[in-house]
């Protein structure tokens, strides 16, 4: 964790209305203990710390209420705590925030000592009432806003630019399949005609896996079993919508040019297409969050540029072999 960089010192936004427990105090003491003192409004976590002062742990509140009376604070407690150091920035605050989905961490000097505790409603202003909202994620999303509008122009050019890249290196990847299938066009011509049909479907459903994938990251990590579960669900979804939508084209397409072999390439290449662009969709989001990108800025562009590619691919090798 970087304790410089950029923005608003954050030792002076500090809650000092902070109650630690004892590390070895019993739960029914610690409990005791808490009834008789003046509790500050917005107490998400109990912070344990040592004779010395220093933090030792964290307890959240559900785990210190439901642990038996006489089990000792030092065995209830998560000692793994997340923690900034008094020399934080609220940029900093952000990115453990957003990283850790934490309502709250508390702050350090370099000796580990507990100074205070900053929390969401630092950038939220409402943390009170998160518990009445659909979710807590609504308040991650605010962060999030407000860390991207505090970027600046350039920042966000830097950040988006290289992902676009990837789209004009799949579009310019689209027009040389296409000449190089430039014989086969010549000879059909109804070929070109469902070239845009064939990309749009197939970008729709890329795009719809995106999506999904990422709202489903929000909640839980990208590991394999995540992975695996969400690409089952989309590639069933996908295959019953490419079903559809290569029927419905590949009607059309015999009803308007009466031939029946354009048809069935066209309608073989959408339910292809869609079934990898969903693939894309799930992959290329896990992929990035596992290699700490930021998939949300990264997936669209590159899912697109893939997708792009592999349905002129399909497309083309489909109706060379028909055809």
Not at 208 to 228: E, I
Request: aromatic fraction near 6%; proline fraction near 4%; glycine fraction near 8%.
């Amino acid at each position: 964790m970087k304790s410089g960089g950029e923005g608003r010192p954050l030792f002076d936004l500090l809650r000092r209305d902070v109650t630690p427990l004892l590390l070895r105090q019993t739960v029914g003491d610690a409990l005791a203990s808490l009834r008789g003192q003046a509790l500050g409004e917005r107490i998400v976590y109990f912070y344990v710390i040592d004779a010395d002062g220093t933090l030792a742990g964290v307890v959240p509140t559900r785990r210190l209420l439901m642990s038996p009376p006489d089990a000792l604070v030092a065995d209830v407690m998560v000692r793994d705590v997340v923690t900034l150091p008094d020399t934080a920035t609220l940029q900093d605050a952000a990115d453990l925030f957003l990283q850790h989905r934490l309502l709250a961490l508390p702050v350090v000097d370099a000796g580990g000592r507990l100074e205070g505790v900053v929390d969401v409603g630092v950038f939220t202003g409402e943390l009170s009432n998160i518990a009445a909202r659909r979710s807590a994620e609504d308040a991650f999303e605010i962060i999030g806003a407000r860390v991207a509008q505090s970027t600046g122009a350039w920042r966000g050019f830097v950040d988006r630019f290289p992902w676009l890249l990837c789209n004009v290196a799949g579009g310019m990847a689209a027009a040389l399949i296409a000449a190089a299938y430039e014989p086969l066009l010549s000879a059909v011509i109804a070929l070109a005609l469902f070239i845009p049909v064939a990309l749009t479907v197939s970008e729709s459903i890329a795009m719809q896996s995106v999506t999904l994938t990422l709202q489903h990251l929000h909640r839980g990590s990208a590991d394999v079993r995540f992975l695996l579960r969400t690409l089952r669900r989309e590639l069933a979804t996908a295959a019953f919508l490419g079903a559809g939508c290569g029927a419905v084209v590949g009607a059309i397409a015999w009803a308007w040019k009466g031939s029946a072999g354009v048809a069935f390439a066209v309608a073989a290449t959408v339910m292809l297409a869609m079934t990898a662009a969903a693939l894309l969709g799930v992959v290329l989001p896990g992929t990035l969050r596992g290699m700490r990108r930021n998939p949300r800025i990264a997936s669209g562009p590159i899912v697109l540029a893939l997708t792009d590619v592999l349905t002129l691919l399909c497309y083309f090798n489909v109706a060379r072999l028909v055809l």
